[in-house]
């Protein structure tokens, strides 16, 4: 049970998301296909919550003392991020989006679409929809590269 839920919660953690949370279920002995679901639904899970409250709390956290540079960077650097994406997008922000999160590479993800898309005050019902897409499509491209990894590597033995 711990396996599951070491994957369940991993794939929730900002950055590494199911990047992780996959290879990590399955390394700890998780079906793949458990660990997929798993995964996703670990990852969809703080979606709801950063749209809606991320940059509130940005906003809120860019005067304080302590956190103010970092919160104030993280505002300029996603505005400043989304407005580029937007600009070469133009009416093509969905399918933008759902690449920005389907293609697994750093900084790229759920987590960092949807502030993206908080931030750009997209629409929320098709900013889900294009980061859930996204998730699967991540989804696909990690268990694949993980299934090929394991196998490899039980081939090797």
């Known amino acids: 049970m711990l396996k599951y839920i070491l994957t369940f919660l991993i794939s929730m953690v900002p950055l590494v998301e199911l990047r992780l949370g996959i290879p990590a279920g399955v390394g ?7 660990a997929v679901v798993i995964c996703m639904i670990g990852n969809m899970i703080p979606v709801p919550i950063i749209f809606f409250f991320a940059r509130k ?12 540079k970092f919160f104030t960077w993280c505002l300029e650097k996603g505005h400043h991020g989304g407005e580029k994406l937007k600009e070469k ?18 900084g790229t993800g759920a987590w960092t679409g949807t502030l993206a898309a908080s931030l750009l005050d997209l629409d929320f019902k098709k900013s889900i929809i294009a980061v859930a897409l996204g998730v699967v499509l991540a989804a696909i491209i990690i268990t694949a590269a993980t299934l090929l990894g394991f196998g490899a590597l039980s081939a090797v033995k």
């Open 57 to 68: 709390v940005l906003e809120w956290g860019k005067d304080k003392k302590y956190i103010g």
């Open 89 to 106: 997008a133009g009416k093509g922000m969905f399918w933008a989006l759902l690449l920005f999160v389907g293609i697994p590479l750093p």
């Open 28 to 34: 700890m002995g998780v079906k793949w296909y458990y």
